[in-house]
């Protein structure tokens, strides 16, 4: 929840410190926001905790595919000797295990994994135009399965991948994605954000996505994104 939606008439910022002039109830509204910016951050830092061990045990069955499929391959490459060693060996037998031999489905594999982690040559640049963080800009390079996010959090895939806006409080922790499909287009999704995604004055609806297009201005919160096309 966002700091102005909380207490909107809170009169000081949450990283100032308490002073004699400040009101009992001022104080309380301190704590309490301090104690919400501590938690989103604990929740942020889990996030990436899970994130990473995903990854780790993603590519630990990739370790154990390979493992796999070399085994196969040794294998295959015996029977291969044996039948040269044959000369009855039937030629039909031999080109059938040729075609269904496991190095050629590990090469497709491979081949799959790095379709599945390219971004299929978009690129989308982001350029603040309105909030704290005016001038700012932003290169992202989103895939079908790997989004950049914006939003209001400072971890780890919000700094090195997406858009990081932590000084804008009308903007939610996790507010958005940016996507790219496998025929280029690319994409903007609000996440379920409390205070929306505007587009042309028009509140986008969530989990809904937007094709993007160049020149086109979304707004978060206090900030404004402008959109901004192009290719590696």
């Keep these: 929840m966002a700091t102005t939606t909380m207490f909107p008439d809170f009169p000081h910022n949450v990283d100032d410190e308490p002073t004699e002039d400040w009101t009992v109830e001022e104080v309380m509204q301190w704590c309490l926001l301090r ?14 905790s899970l994130n990473m061990q995903l990854e780790a045990g993603k590519q630990e069955i990739w370790n154990c595919h390979e493992q796999v499929v070399g085994q196969h391959s040794g294998e295959h490459g015996q029977e291969e000797d044996t039948e040269n060693m044959n000369p009855n060996a039937a030629d039909a037998d031999h080109n059938d295990k040729m075609t269904l031999s496991p190095p050629k489905l590990s090469a497709g594999s491979t081949q799959s994994k790095k379709m599945t982690e390219k971004n299929y040559g978009t690129v989308i640049h982001v350029t603040i135009t309105e909030g704290d963080y005016s001038g700012n800009t932003y290169t992202l390079k989103p ?71 160049d020149g086109m201005d979304l707004q978060l919160g206090a900030s404004c994104l402008h959109i901004t096309l192009g290719s590696l």
């Design 143 to 213: 895939g079908p399965r790997a989004p950049c996010f914006v939003g209001r959090s400072a971890g780890k895939k919000f700094r090195d991948r997406g858009i990081s806006l932590p000084k804008d409080g009308e903007i939610s922790t996790t507010h958005g994605k940016f996507e790219v499909t496998k025929d280029g287009k690319a994409w903007y999704t609000d996440t379920g954000s409390t205070n929306g995604t505007l587009f042309r004055g028009e509140e986008l609806e969530d989990n809904v996505p937007l094709e993007l297009e």
């Design 35 to 48: 104690s919400h910016l501590t938690t989103e951050r604990k929740h942020d830092e889990l996030i990436d």
